[in-house]
């Protein structure tokens, strides 16, 4: 075979074009080998525009303090779902997920929840606007996900979600996010006892781990739980490497098990100049895409 001829594709194999090969027995995704090792980079690197597509409705949306651009959230859920997956977010903030989902396309399905009613009516806004598919997102406490039929009749392929970090939120705004979101936003996330995100760390921890108990309940075998996380700044006798924390929470489900990370840079960040000119102060521009796997 001369080196410009195609190697014959085996039995498996569907020719996707550009896009690459297609294997019929893949059974995850809809992604051709190519796409998938792509997505297998433990970094990630993006700077989503607030105007472009891909960041649909920031404007809206910006009332919430971290919002997730539903371009990365599409590509999560392009590589764990196929066009008619079904996806579940317990703390769904103002749609980031759901957004998501609409971007990807295909049938798919999707179920979100939060305690605030502001992001749920941005949420839906955001889908008139746009003309974005919308999908419920119920106003409740994600520990009663199961007393509502659309989560108790279907089994998920997919649990994806970004959930409140303890008092992270609560304290002072940095200059970056006076400039990033919209100060008038209260903070935390809401005023209510039952936020994840107004509760010591050793009770949130405990907290997310019944919650992502129950989303696992609802989770097909082989079913992939992908979580946000972002790490404390260090303190004194304090590492705060809360991402260790939660792996090791989430652990404790039996028969979840963790399978890796994507570190998400987000471009759209800018640094500041903490701790200068006297210690160093991490300016962190990174998160945690913390991925687990029911296997039972
Ligand atoms: C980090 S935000 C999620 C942002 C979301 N990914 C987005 O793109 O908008 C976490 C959300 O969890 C919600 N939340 C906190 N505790 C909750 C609970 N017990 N049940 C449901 N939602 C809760 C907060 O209101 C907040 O909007």
Redesign the pocket.
């Known amino acids: 075979m001369s080196k410009n001829e195609k190697k014959p594709l085996g039995p498996n194999s569907v020719d996707m074009g550009e896009r690459g090969t297609y294997d019929k027995r893949n059974k995850l995704n809809d992604l051709t080998g190519k796409e998938w090792v792509y997505f297998t980079n433990s970094v990630w690197i993006t700077g989503y525009s607030p105007t472009a597509r891909e960041n649909v409705g920031l404007k809206t ?1 910006k009332i ?1 303090p ?3 651009p539903p371009a990365l959230m599409k590509d999560i859920i392009e590589f764990f779902t196929k066009a008619d997956g079904k996806i579940l977010d ?8 759901l957004l998501g989902a609409a971007l990807a396309g295909g049938d798919r399905k999707v179920i979100g ?4 009613k502001k ?1 749920i009516d941005a949420y839906y806004k955001v889908c008139d606007d746009e003309q974005m598919k919308k999908y419920p997102l119920i106003h409740d ?3 009663n996900m199961l007393s509502h039929k659309e989560v108790v009749d279907e089994v998920f392929d997919l649990v994806l979600t ?3 970090y303890s008092d992270m939120m609560a304290k002072e705004r940095t200059g970056q996010r006076k400039k990033l979101y919209n100060d008038s936003t209260p903070k935390p ?2 005023e209510l006892r ?4 107004n509760i010591p760390i050793d009770e949130f921890l405990v907290e997310l781990r019944k919650i992502m108990e129950i989303a696992f309940s609802r989770l097909k075998n082989k079913g992939y739980m992908v979580v946000f996380c972002k790490d404390f700044q260090p303190q004194a006798g304090q590492p705060n490497l809360l991402h260790a924390e939660v792996i090791n929470e989430l652990c404790k489900i039996d028969g979840l098990e963790y399978r890796g990370m994507r570190i998400w840079h987000d471009q759209a960040m800018s640094l500041y100049p903490f701790g200068y000119p006297f210690s160093f102060v991490m300016n962190q521009i990174h998160q945690y895409i913390l991925i687990f796997r029911k296997e039972v």
């Open positions: 949306r919430h971290s919002p997730k317990p703390f769904a903030g103002v749609g980031g997920t929840f939060d305690l605030e992001y406490d994600a520990r970004d959930p409140p996330y809401t039952a936020d994840l995100g």
